[in-house]
């Protein structure tokens, strides 16, 4: 159908399109190529080319034939001698005139296709990017918040936390620029022995090397006080100093593995020790009227960052976090 209606376009109408069809495919297909090292689409756009030139050709004879007699007369006999081995109409059937209206209007649908095709191709054909897409903050549950949540001032949410967490340039401040994040998600928990009074929200983003968690625990303990529960703890290396202001502390323990047996009649393993994890506590507030937020960073291979990464994290991540202080 669309050679049919090339065929009905006048020669300098189809001619200027399908040379320029024909040099935008054939550039495009080699870039391809070069780009993926495609043998196949290579000759692909040699022959887009090579049409291309043909028809470069045969525009600029048809030129020098308008421009210059002798060569437009050899034109026509050659136009002749054609038409002699072609059927004549006979003395009674009128020659037909090309339709003005009729070769407008192929034209106008030869380029409404053209068109329609470039429109439609991107979002029809599959996309060749196989580059993976970083992982977004899953919605989490849409239930009802916990009561903790309802209280004023109203803590963060898990899915605010991850917003915050998830940063376009969260695989460089690890040091890892060239990592994807793998999975992204937050929770709206509540901390645990404390009756649901506590709001606990976190969220945590996953690389292939490191995993990042920030928590946020709206109770009334301060940073000093902290500090003196890490020495009754198993916490290790611990160190004070101050972080945007406010009182921190930086801090060292083991995450906790744990086995499940998915299969008939078994079950879970016990629970083991995991590898060694660093975390940033920083208090909510300049006053430390209590409550804290907590970046930890962890690996499964137990290689950690060093404590400036967690520095520069802290530096981005806590401003973008809406101010809930404590009540």
Known sequence: MLGFLLRLLPFWVREPL???VGSVLGVRIMYLAVHDHDRVAAGLGVVFLVFTAIRVYAVIRALRARR????QAQVQTVAQAQAVTEPRPGPDTPEKEPNAWGQAIAAVAVFGALAAALWLGPRVLPSDDSTPQPASCSDGEHGELPKAYK???QPVTGEELCKALNRPDLAKLLGTPAETATTASGTSNTAPLT?????QP?????????????????????TDQYVKLMKFGDAEDTKTLTVLGRPAVFSSDHTMKIEIDLGSGGSGGPVEQGPLARTLSVALDRSDRGGYYEITVWSTSGALP?????LGIAEKVLPTIPERPVR
């Open 18 to 20: 399908l040379i320029a």
């Open 68 to 71: 210059n007699p002798s060569v």
């Open 151 to 153: 209280e004023k001032p």
């Open 195 to 199: 009756d649901g009074k506590v709001a």
């Open 202 to 222: 976190e969220a945590e983003v996953t690389f292939d090397t490191y995993t990042v968690n920030v928590s946020a625990t709206y109770n009334e303990l301060s």
């Open 306 to 310: 060093n404590d400036s990464v967690l």
